[in-house]
């Protein structure tokens, strides 16, 4: 079995999350009540035991924005405790004037790796979470994640196809930073027209060699494990990006919502077999390991 880093997983504790302790609202993956409860690392390596998973990065899950600095130092004390996530993705504001006050608090925490923050918008309100399409744009943003290379850190680039263009010129003005595209650009279904402008989107972002991609959440619009069009996104993303800019995340405890990690990862290593064993090895280790760093 191929060892696996995963790039993109989750834990939490219910009170922390303001979005799992307030109102149910429509969200991108669906009703989401079985997860309206503490996520501890201890459930995690429970649900993926066995499936060859050694290191793996924690991906931020939205805290109260005063928080921000909470949520790292949680996810290290859980590291020191246990010795899972091997890196951290934190969240800070890139809308405020300066966000290196921000950065400065998280770098005392020596797995921090990257930051994100979430800046898809789509013309489906419940798929939006920026405050427009163009916010990837926005000069204040931009300022603030060129400031990113000053700390050798990383951001976790959120978009939909149709923000493509713009996010190239984000990537395009920073190529000391790497970019990472959360889950492989956000393909919302599975009919010709849409795979064709997520392609289109894919090429756009693939001119920018800073750009790299996960292969995580590819359930997040059908609700479901779906090994074809696992296999489609895998086959596309090879081909556009090159296995040395793509890595694996679960997505966990999201993906928790429809399948079980065994399934989902084993999908995953279905649409992987049909490449070269160097293809593999980049997906599933080599491309986190160089772009995360996990210890």
Do not use: C
């Not at 296999?231 to 928790?256: C, H, Q, T, W």
């Amino acid at each position: 079995m191929q060892k696996a880093i995963d790039s993109h997983f989750h834990i939490w504790r219910q009170q922390d999350q303001p979005w799992l302790v307030g109102p149910m609202v429509p969200r991108i993956f669906g009703p989401y009540e079985p997860i309206r409860r503490d996520y501890p690392i201890e459930e995690f390596l429970a649900d993926q035991q066995g499936a060859g998973v050694e290191k793996a990065v924690y991906v931020q899950t939205n805290w109260a924005k005063e928080d921000f600095e909470k949520e790292v130092a949680f996810l290290s004390e859980t590291a020191q405790r246990s010795g899972w996530p091997h890196a951290i993705v934190g969240y800070t504001d890139f809308t405020v004037d300066d966000i290196r006050p921000q950065i400065d608090w998280l770098t005392k925490y020596p797995l921090l790796r990257g930051v994100r923050m979430q800046l898809h918008w789509h013309e489906t309100p419940a798929f939006r979470f920026a405050r427009s399409a163009d916010q990837v744009i926005d000069p204040t943003v931009r300022k603030n994640v060129a400031r990113l290379k000053e700390y050798r850190l990383s951001f976790d680039l959120q978009l939909f196809p149709a923000q493509m263009k713009d996010g190239l010129q984000l990537v395009g003005e920073n190529p000391e930073i790497n970019f990472i595209l959360t889950h492989a650009g956000m393909l919302t279904a599975s009919d010709d027209k849409t795979v064709e402008e997520w392609k289109s989107g894919l090429r756009t972002l693939a001119e920018a060699p800073n750009l790299y991609a996960k292969l995580s959440g590819l359930g997040t619009f059908e609700h479901r494990n779906d090994p074809g069009l696992i296999a489609l996104i895998y086959d596309a993303a090879v081909e556009i990006l090159g296995s040395d800019r793509l890595m694996f995340g679960s997505n966990f405890p999201i993906e928790k919502l429809w399948t079980t990690h065994a399934e989902l990862i084993a999908a995953h290593r279905a649409a992987a077999e049909r490449k070269s064993l160097k293809d593999q090895e980049n997906i599933f280790w080599n491309t986190a390991e160089k772009v995360y760093r996990p210890v």
